[in-house]
């Protein structure tokens, strides 16, 4: 397993060691001791999800707030989609900055996002399923959702036309407004 350190450092892409042959592949798609090394960190994941969207289709940018506050370790499995961290930490060099990249079915990149982190992604195939560990349970009570496309923050989201948002995302705030961390 390969890891990088993105532009905000703390945000972290794997790229998993593949074994083809005339069978398929195999890869080990997460290892504590991989991530540990990579990262620091030995969390717990209590939590696995898994969510299917459509071409266009933009989920974000969530976060919960403490004491629920989620790390999430994201990839997909099928299609294609562009996913976005945002870092919402107030005490931040990087407040305010994100960071993007393509993850794929066919790439099999991972993205660590660490809690403090607003997240997102927009669908660029024609379907694409999501899978991601979180490292604290689902606590609607602690999510929050800022605007995808909040112009302070700038996100260059690689997709023409409007994307489809679920009527929560629709009301995302500005980071401004935003209940942040501190
Ligand atoms: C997130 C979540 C949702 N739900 C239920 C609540 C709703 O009835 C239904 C759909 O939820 P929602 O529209 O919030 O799903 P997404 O828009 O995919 O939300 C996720 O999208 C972005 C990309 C994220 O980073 C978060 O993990 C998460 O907020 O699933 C649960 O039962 N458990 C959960 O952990």
Redesign the pocket.
Known sequence: MQAKRLAIPEVVLFTPKVFGDDRGFFFESYSARAFQEATGLQPDFP?D?H?RSTRGVL??L??QLPPHA?G?L?RVVQGTVFDVAVDIRKSSPTFGQWVGEILSADNKHQLW?PPGFA???ITLSETAE?I?K?TA??A?EC?R?IAWNDPEIGIEWPFEGTPSL?G??QLGKALSEAEVFP
């Open positions: 939590q999800n969510s989920r974000g969530h976060y989620q999430k994201v996002i997240h997102g992604f999501f991601y979180t349970f689902y609607p999510e959702c679920s929560k995302d």
